[in-house]
């Protein structure tokens, strides 16, 4: 069994990312990134504080922006107006969850499309659906397709079982599976929780893509001889001996699978890294176009 190492991954793609970046920085631009985090959710602030020291450690201007969880919807547009209109600012990143009275398309819209790294404005997401490499693609699954390349695991015509079908990670993970050519040209199947005998269409697949939001939800029922697993799960479970009281699994039981797969991603140092650097690659992207 290989063992898909995100960290590593990510770590090497930092390096090429760097050099960019030097590269834009001789001609005096230094791209920007904001990310908006509203309220006190411990997971988000740990992704945020993960997302800033990224920034620095690749030279990246990085500006953290902590609301309140009483922010109200139109507070929170005003400071989205504000950073589009930020030269200093390249991507714009606000962190979900968002509190209840804070409607995240409402957000989503109001991004500048050539700032929104995350790739969730309709417009992004369009452009994905037609193929049109001028937008931004969702963060993770741009991760996952990146890791698949990168170990030279092939997609054309491999049956990849996406599960999952949220806005983030399982839809446009199944888009970017069917475009024409590398890390692409796969036959997808997306799978929910109104699924029927899930087990039996995930054990049909070359590759599974585990993105439920539930812990160590797939097994060896759920995993054919010899496929290879992406999981995209990061759930939080109780751990009393662990100094923080809970440590972190994915929605694939690992240890169940290893022996089965023929090649998988770890949890954590699997798609979390790759997430992180889609992000920076992103923002990169973003601060090049819009300094031509
Ligand atoms: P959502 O909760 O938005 O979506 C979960 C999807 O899984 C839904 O489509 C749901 O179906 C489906 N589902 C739930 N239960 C089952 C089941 N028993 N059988 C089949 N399908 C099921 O989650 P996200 O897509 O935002 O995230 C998924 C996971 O990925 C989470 O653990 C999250 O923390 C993690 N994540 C990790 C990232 C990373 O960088 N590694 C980044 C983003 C997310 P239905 O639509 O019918 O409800």
Redesign the pocket.
Same mark, same amino acid.
């Given at each position: 069994m290989i063992l898909l190492d995100g960290k590593e991954t990510a770590a090497s793609l930092e390096v090429a990312i760097k050099q960019r970046i030097a590269r834009l920085q001789e001609c005096g631009v230094t791209p920007g990134l904001a990310v908006v985090l509203v309220g006190e959710n411990p997971a988000s602030q740990a992704y945020v504080s993960n997302k800033d020291r990224t920034c620095q450690r690749l030279g990246i201007y990085s500006r953290k922006l902590e609301l309140p969880v009483t922010t109200t919807e139109r507070e929170l547009l005003a400071i989205v107006e504000q950073l589009n209109l930020d030269p200093q600012i390249h991507g714009i990143l606000v962190q979900s969850p968002l509190p209840a009275h804070i409607h995240e398309r409402t957000i989503n819209l109001a991004i500048d499309p050539s700032k929104d790294v995350d790739g969730f404005h309709p417009t992004n997401l369009a452009k994905l659906a037609m193929d049109d490499p001028s937008g931004f693609v969702p963060c *993770?699954p741009l /991760?996952c397709q990146y890791l698949l390349k990168a170990y030279h695991i092939p997609t054309r015509g491999a049956h990849v079982v996406v599960? @999952?079908?949220?806005l983030?990670? @399982?839809k446009p993970m199944a888009l970017l599976l069917l475009q024409k050519g590398l890390g692409g040209d796969a036959t997808v199947t997306i799978?929910?929780?109104? *699924?029927r005998d =899930?087990a039996a269409i995930t054990r049909s697949a070359h590759i599974v893509i585990a993105? =439920? /939001?539930?812990p160590h939800?797939l097994g060896r029922e759920h995993i054919g001889e010899g496929a290879v697993v992406i999981d995209? /799960?990061?759930?939080r479970i109780a751990d009393t001996s662990s100094a923080r009281g809970y440590r972190l699994v994915g929605?694939v039981d690992f240890e169940n699978v290893k022996e089965k797969c023929s090649a998988i991603t770890p949890v954590p140092g699997g798609? @979390?890294p790759m *997430?992180i650097v889609m992000l920076m690659q992103n923002t990169l992207t973003a601060c090049e176009r819009l300094a031509r």
């Open positions: *993770t /991760g599960v @999952g079908r949220s983030i990670v @399982g799978a929910h929780s109104q *699924t =899930l993105a =439920l /939001g539930r939800a995209v /799960g990061i759930n929605d798609v @979390g *997430t």
